[in-house]
């Protein structure tokens, strides 16, 4: 109990120096909070046991043998690595509190009641389920995943079978891994965006078109999934729909739920995009701090402030502690990234790459950075994980290709790998969730999709360069 208790204030002690240091640098507080790292990991490798904790270890003891390898100092080496992913780790503590401001009403239940008659369809009904898991993945990240097919399934409780659920989990799926392409709360886009010094703007333009095209592309491949599974949704999604609508709230009341959902959305994220042109912030910054300042005015304004205090008390009791595991994923990764960049590993991967292009002259590097990233999503490494280090890498090397299409080429990987690897987070959930095992909802589900996305996305990027 003891150790949990310091573990959770090592965490806490963490973010909140690198927020002060951010605003008011100070060299002896710096190594605090490097220190407060180390304790964080500690502490987690104790209470985890050595079996649990493999890879932040892996990771960690690669960072060290490769400062030592390559002459740096080794104490100050030590203290910028286990600094290096501060910010995603404030960020990462901030975005779950959104998610507890959307579960204080019944704002999902609400809009899909009031959108019943866009939903009569298959085509529509799929197209639905997969705008409205994007959006949910805005607050809950991959937390939609299970929230949106229990709604999902609430609906569809009567059809059961693996055309079902082949129909409900891809689309679920593909709207998640389609977030990381330009969803701005998603830590891995954020992170790639300031790490490569991409224009915000242009980025999530670029990632939005990208994502409309992959979501009507993702419509077609469920129409054709349907006609080889011989079945017709529409005429059972109609007979469910009028079913739900029969017990639903009044008109009136979901009309407000749906406004007030609206609301919330736009106010967030508007606020983000506003003070981001105004203030120059860093986005990783700026972010939880909006988070912060959105979710106190929210209680307040629904005249609830002794909630917000016992929102904040429970996710510091049990929230910090349970990201304690992907907080030290995060600061080994930084530490082993650190070392890393001392070496010069990342010029001679990208020299290698090089010389296969003077042999290959039509094949770059954009074509290779998503198959690194998904490679190592088969090797288990979760999508912010993946970012981390390949941008961590190229952060440090100068590329002839506008960033934007380099983080394209890195998100479309990371999405692939979200819809296939089945050792990673959102396909463990989703099995978990839908009991199918993992190569069913990945590889099988998924492989033919995700092919053509990856085309398709690289004859955009190759089109542009």
């Given at each position: 109990m003891k150790l949990t208790r310091i573990l959770r204030l090592a965490i806490f002690i963490y973010a909140l120096l690198h927020f002060f240091t951010y605003f008011y640098p100070s060299e002896p507080l710096a190594y605090v909070q490097a220190l407060s790292g180390m304790v964080l990991l500690v502490l987690s490798a104790i209470r985890l046991g050595i079996k649990r904790f493999k890879l932040p270890l892996f990771l960690f003891s690669t960072g060290i043998t490769t400062l030592l390898l390559s002459g740096a100092p080794l104490l100050p080496g030590l203290s910028d690595?286990?600094?290096?992913?501060?910010?995603i780790i404030g960020l990462l503590i901030m975005v779950p509190i959104i998610g507890r401001v959307l579960h204080e009403e019944p704002y999902i239940e609400e809009i899909i009641g009031l959108a019943h008659r866009l939903?009569?369809?298959?085509?529509?009904?799929?197209f639905g389920m997969i705008s409205f898991t994007h959006v949910i993945s805005y607050f809950l990240l991959f937390g939609s995943i299970p929230l949106m097919y229990q709604f999902a399934d609430d609906i569809l409780k009567h059809q059961r079978g693996e055309a079902w659920e082949n129909f409900k989990s891809t689309a679920l799926l593909r709207a998640f891994a389609l977030s990381t392409l330009w969803v701005i709360s998603s830590p891995s886009f954020t992170f790639a965006v300031e790490a490569l010094d991409a224009s915000l703007w242009h980025t999530i333009l670029q990632g939005f078109v990208v994502t409309v095209i992959a979501i009507i592309l993702a419509v077609i491949f469920a129409s054709f999934t349907e006609k080889r599974y011989g079945m017709?949704?529409?005429?059972?999604?109609?007979?469910?729909i009028d079913e739900v609508v029969r017990v639903s709230s009044d008109h009136k009341h979901q009309v407000h739920s749906s406004v007030e959902f609206a609301i919330l959305f736009i106010s967030l994220f508007g606020s983000i995009f506003l003070f981001y042109a105004l203030t120059g912030i860093q986005?990783?910054?700026?972010?939880?701090?909006?988070?912060?300042?959105?979710?106190?005015?929210?209680y307040f304004v629904k005249k609830r402030p002794g909630k917000l205090v016992t929102e904040t008390k429970q996710y510091y009791l049990e929230g910090l502690i349970n990201q304690g595991y992907q907080f030290s994923v995060l600061i080994s990764a930084g530490v082993m990234i650190y070392g890393l960049n001392q070496t010069g590993f990342g010029e001679s991967v990208i020299n290698g790459i090089y010389h296969i292009q003077e042999v290959i002259p039509f094949v770059n590097i954009l074509y290779f950075l998503p198959l690194i990233v998904i490679f190592l999503g088969f090797m288990g490494l979760g999508p912010l994980t993946v970012m981390v280090l390949v941008t961590g890498i190229l952060d440090s090397i100068s590329l002839p290709y506008p960033p934007e299409l380099v983080v394209l080429a890195i998100t479309s990987g990371s999405a692939i790998s979200i819809l296939l690897s089945p050792l990673i987070m959102p396909v463990i959930v989703l099995s978990g969730t839908n009991g199918l095992s993992g190569y069913k909802n990945g590889i099988k589900f998924n492989l033919k999709y995700a092919v053509v996305f990856y085309v398709m996305v690289q004859g955009y990027i190759q089109w542009v360069v």
């Open positions: 690595g286990l600094r290096q992913m501060s910010s939903l009569d369809t298959s085509r529509k009904f799929y017709d949704f529409t005429a059972e999604i109609k007979s469910e986005l990783m910054v700026l972010i939880p701090l909006i988070i912060m300042g959105w979710t106190s005015v929210y």
